[in-house]
């Protein structure tokens, strides 16, 4: 009878120390990350980001949210048409959600929150967080050492704050072996000043709508509200198509 093979001395309690070096992660030079929903905020900043030199690698994350097909469309479509070099293929990440949150309206599709509802409606527990740390997995990976995306100043969420982002960087960094930045460089700013920013850019194959029918906005919800006012404060044309427009809030 065969004497059972005892643990590696490299996996003793008492040598891991010394081995945690061993997966430090150094990331490649000018790759950056994107968390990319098709949306007009994170596609202006995608553009913005690749015209500075970057090699921009997008990250789709598919959670099982209702809109998720058309939006991936959109994405892909918009991208298309910017048609920059040095922007990578869009890689979809799947994080399942519907097991936590099988009752949220984002992926019901019941009681979408309508124009005139408050922006905090707009609110999916975690979403961040969720975002973030797949998408550290995936920058981990293809030695990527900053990811970003685009909360503007009226995303009042918990993990929407720059002391959630700062501690989710040293989270991973503890976790994963990776010093991965994460970039909002839109915090702060308004719809208008996003959609001024992105003038020249193919808006209207963007997205933002909670009940699409492709590239369709419903023109209903809290997110199509957003979209029409931030272009009639901007002062700029809305290029985007319609199902049914709403009189602006208030």
Known sequence: MKTPTSLPHAAAPSRMGPMSRNYRIVPARNRLAVLASGGLD???MLAELARRGREVYPVYVRAGLMWEDDELAALRGYLRRLGLRRVRPVSVL??????VAANHWSITGRKVPGYHAAVASNYIPGRNLSLLA???IFCAGHRIGAIAMAPLESNPFPDARPEFFRALERAI????????????????MTKAQ???????????????????????HCGRCTKC???IEGFRAAGIRDPTRYA???ARRG
């Open 134 to 136: 797949k998408g550290a």
């Open 94 to 99: 799947q994080l399942p959600m519907g097991d």
């Open 225 to 227: 509200a957003e979209r």
């Open 173 to 188: 960094d503890l976790g994963v072996g990776l010093k991965l930045r994460i970039l909002t460089p839109y915090v702060g």
């Open 194 to 216: 996003v959609i001024r920013r992105g003038a020249n850019l193919p808006l209207r194959f963007t997205l933002s709508c909670a009940r699409p029918r492709g590239i369709t």
């Open 244 to 246: 049914r427009r709403i």
């Open 42 to 44: 994170s596609s202006v």
